[in-house]
Antibody, heavy 120, light 112 residues
Framework: QVQLQESGPGLVKPSQTLSLTCTVS??????????WSWIRQPAGKGLEWIGH???????NYNPSLKSRVTLSVDTSKNQFSLRLSSVTAADTAVYYC????????????WGQGTLVTVSS | QSVLTQPRSVSGSPGHSVTISCTGT?????????VSWYQQHPGKAPKLMIF???ERPSGVPGRFSGSKSGNTASLTISGLRPEDEADYYC????????????FGGGTKLTVL
């Protein structure tokens, strides 16, 4: 059974960089059959796609966040990571990592989510 | 404001059926079958319920079905059960020149 687990600081100061890591277990992150995504959800609001990365290193980002987002993958640790720079209070949200299927693009496995609060 | 439009809420009685709509455009739902639906209970991660417009992942009850007509996708839940009460999100590939993922604003299903 594939499992994903987000980790990282729960509190980030305004203007700083938010960094999160997603550890994948029960399967290899190196499979070409999947891509690896980040999605966020502000309290009481809907889901927002942040971006995703393929094992090749190819990335796609939400245009509204593209200038501030960097995704990376570490196959040796079976992990992928998110960096979001110049954060503001509007970036406060639960951040989810998820696995996407390369054929039909659905997000079939999700992490439990981690709350990141941007505050001084 | 979400790119895919869903009703904010729907409701139904146990045993009855409800349908949740998801309206996009001719650049996303209208041209691609990469439509999926997710169920989210409070405080939990979303769960995949439907992909490829109408396919169910293993373990998802047959009471959940999906369809698409033109620019609108729909999720129908028949034989409503109390545990179906949750938020539901539609999702579509929105790529034209770049690969993007679009979510609907979510629909709160209340089982009366």
């Amino acid at each position: 059974q594939v499992q994903l687990q987000e980790s990282g600081p729960g509190l980030v100061k305004p203007s700083q960089t938010l960094s999160l890591t997603c550890t994948v277990s029960g399967g290899s992150i190196s499979s070409a059959s999947y891509y690896w995504s980040w999605i966020r959800q502000p309290a009481g609001k809907g889901l927002e796609w942040i971006g995703h990365i393929y094992i090749s290193g190819s990335t796609n980002y939400n245009p509204s966040l593209k200038s501030r987002v960097t995704l990376s993958v570490d196959t040796s640790k079976n992990q992928f990571s998110l960096r979001l720079s110049s954060v503001t209070a509007a970036d406060t949200a639960v951040y989810y990592c998820a696995r996407g299927d390369s054929l039909w693009l659905q997000l079939d496995y999700w992490g439990q989510g981690t709350l990141v609060t941007v505050s001084s | 404001q979400s790119v895919l439009t869903q009703p904010r809420s729907v409701s139904g009685s146990p045993g009855h059926s409800v349908t949740i709509s998801c309206t996009g455009t001719s650049s996303d739902i209208g041209v691609y079958n990469y439509v999926s639906w997710y169920q989210q209970h409070p405080g939990k991660a979303p769960k995949l319920m439907i992909f490829n417009v109408s396919e169910r992942p293993s373990g998802v009850p047959g009471r959940f079905s999906g369809s698409k007509s033109g620019n609108t996708a729909s999720l129908t839940i028949s034989g409503l059960r109390p545990e179906d009460e949750a938020d539901y999100y539609c999702c579509s590939y929105g790529g034209t020149y770049t690969f993007s993922v679009l979510f609907g604003g979510g629909t709160k299903l209340t089982v009366l």
